[in-house]
């Protein structure tokens, strides 16, 4: 499956190859604030279609997780870090992809409080 998504205003926006078979709920100080249900894919199944800088980046504790997001609306579509393998990741934010339907997706409960 090929998914677009993108920020509210447009500034971002972005392509991902896979197939959502489940979403993340975390809740870690961040992922509880900002709501988002996260789809974890290889990052190079991740395609800007909008240039990176125009995306900005928030880094807190161990500055490992890139969150990125737009300065203009303030959506946050997607972070990067690294798999446990060291390999370079994606995680989208499903409520930011078009024409998804999120009823169908199983979410999963994660507890990154306590991680
Ligand atoms: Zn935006």
Not at 11 to 30: K, M, P, Q, T, W
Not at 64 to 82: L, S
Not at 84 to 99: F, S, W, Y
Request: with cysteine; net charge neutral.
């Amino acid at each position: 499956m090929l998914y677009t998504g993108s920020c509210h205003c447009g500034r971002i926006r972005f392509e991902a190859e896979g197939v959502v078979d489940s979403g993340l709920a975390c809740n870690c100080s961040i992922c509880s604030r900002k709501g988002s249900l996260l789809w974890f894919l290889p990052r190079d199944q991740l395609r800007l279609l909008t240039p990176e800088a125009d995306a900005a980046t928030y880094l807190f504790n161990k500055h490992v997780i890139k969150h990125r997001f737009c300065p203009a609306c303030g959506i946050h579509p997607y972070g990067e870090g690294a798999g446990p393998d060291g390999k370079a990741m994606a995680a989208i934010n499903l409520r930011t992809l078009e024409n998804f339907d999120l009823e169908n997706v199983p979410v999963k409960h994660y507890d990154g409080r306590s991680a």
